[in-house]
């Protein structure tokens, strides 16, 4: 067995990581609504108006956060795709090791994301989009904050795995 992780530690990280859960799916549903509401204004203003010059780039821009917002929900709720065929046939001792290798793999990948989103984000700081005249900074910014939700819920799951709080696959 992996060393275990004192309970108290993976619950305080696992409240944690539900109020971040709740918040970003706040967010979401506040994106999701404005966006389907800006949409619905496009077609109206098109419709018996004249068009709208920023609406399609606002409503790209909370698309491009409610997907890194979304991304951290699935991570959270375990619903991203998985291999599990390859996993089955395996002795428990080995699922536990590969179950905790991709989790460190993944948290890996996902503080990169934060990383180079942070960096990415402060080479286009000085950028300003042509329709609404807002920095970048603000479009760009969703790549940390997304990279950093995932890596919460991560470190969540990996200290439930240790703690037996939640059972290894």
């Known amino acids: ?7 108290r ?25 404005a966006m389907t ?42 619903t991203h795709i998985a291999v599990t065929f390859a996993v089955s046939p395996l002795a428990p001792r080995w699922r536990q090791g590969l179950a905790l290798l991709v989790q460190l793999l993944a948290l890996y990948f996902f503080l990169l994301v934060a990383l180079y989103g942070w960096k990415l984000m402060n080479l ?22 997304g990279g950093l939700l995932c890596a919460v819920h991560i470190v969540s799951e990996i200290l439930q ?3 037996g709080e939640k059972p290894w696959p």
Do not use: H, N
């Open 37 to 78: 509401a800006v949409t619905t204004l496009q077609i109206v203003c098109r419709f018996f108006f004249t068009a709208l010059s920023w609406s399609e780039e606002l409503s790209r821009y909370l698309m491009i956060w409610l997907t890194f917002l979304g991304a951290s929900m699935g991570v959270k709720r375990g």
């Open 1 to 7: 067995m992996i060393t275990p992780v004192p309970k």
């Open 124 to 145: 286009q700081a000085f950028q300003v989009s042509a329709g609404l005249g807002v920095s970048m900074r603000y479009v760009y910014v969703s790549l940390p904050v």
């Open 161 to 163: 795995l240790l703690s």
């Open 9 to 33: 530690v993976s619950q305080s990280f696992t409240s944690f990581s539900q109020g971040v859960d709740r918040v970003a799916t706040f967010l979401a549903v506040v994106a999701l609504a």
